[in-house]
């Protein structure tokens, strides 16, 4: 069974640090690419960035310098390290990934397999 | 960048047809043809019914059909079951100044209501 599984949010002051994990089971994991994505409340679903099974990495404007996704593929987990947190960033954080049929792998274009989410409170 | 947009709700009678759209502009929905399509139920994870924006996935009834012109997506349900009341969204790459490659931007969701 693919289970992608989230952990690590909690409530966090303005300013401060925090570090998620999503821990992947059942999927080929060293040669996916992993998407981090949220949801604030009321709002709809934001693309934050990927890690592509090379390790490189893209990020959206609103996070880039203050958010980094990285890998352990010993571990089958991917991280999202946020700094510098904001209030905005009071959101669910839930990691995705793809799917390849044949040669054809549609990692980060289109996303079948979610994780649950974990709650982020950016909050004084 | 901002997200692209769907009309917040869509309603049709039990065994007919309705389609939700998805309008982006020529940086994203106009310039791939990597839109997809997501169902989602309350307390589940989303799940991908349209990707390749006309692509069904295993396990997707051919009610569900989805194609695209210029900047605007759509997707289509056809044989309305009382199931298939849920929230859709849609997603669709996006050229982006900031990024290396290519992001994903997500529509706001449509709510999908079966009459």
């Known amino acids: 069974e693919v289970q992608l599984v989230e952990s690590g949010g909690g409530l966090v002051q303005p300013g401060g640090s925090l570090t998620l994990s999503c821990a992947a089971s059942?999927?080929?994991?060293?040669?996916?690419?992993l998407t981090w994505v949220r949801q604030a409340p009321g709002k709809g679903l934001e693309w934050l960035g990927r890690?592509?099974?090379?390790?490189?990495?893209d990020y959206a404007a609103p996070v880039k310098g203050r958010f980094t996704i990285s890998r352990d593929d010993s571990r089958n987990t991917v991280f999202l390290q946020m700094n510098s947190l904001k209030i905005e960033d009071t959101a669910i954080y839930s990691c995705i990934t793809g799917f390849c049929i044949g040669a054809t792998c549609h990692w980060d274009d289109a996303f079948d397999k979610w994780g649950q989410g974990t709650m982020v409170t950016v909050s004084s | 960048q901002s997200a692209l947009t769907q009309p917040p709700s869509a309603s049709g009678s039990l065994g007919q047809s309705v389609t939700i759209s998805c309008t982006g502009t020529?940086?994203?929905?106009?310039?791939?043809?990597?839109v997809a399509w997501y169902q989602h139920l309350p307390g589940k994870v989303p799940k991908l019914m349209i990707y390749?924006?006309?692509k069904r996935p295993s396990g997707v009834p051919d009610r569900f059909s989805g194609s695209k012109s210029g900047y605007t997506a759509s997707l289509t349900v056809s044989g309305l079951q009382a199931e298939d009341e849920a929230d859709y969204f849609c997603s669709s790459y996006a050229g982006s100044r900031y990024a290396g490659s290519k992001i994903v931007l997500f529509g706001g969701g449509t709510r999908l209501t079966v009459l």
């Open positions: 020529r940086s994203d929905v106009g310039a791939y043809n990597y």
């Open positions: 390749e924006v006309s």
């Open positions: 059942g999927i080929s994991f060293t040669t996916a690419w």
């Open positions: 890690i592509k099974s090379d390790g490189t990495t």
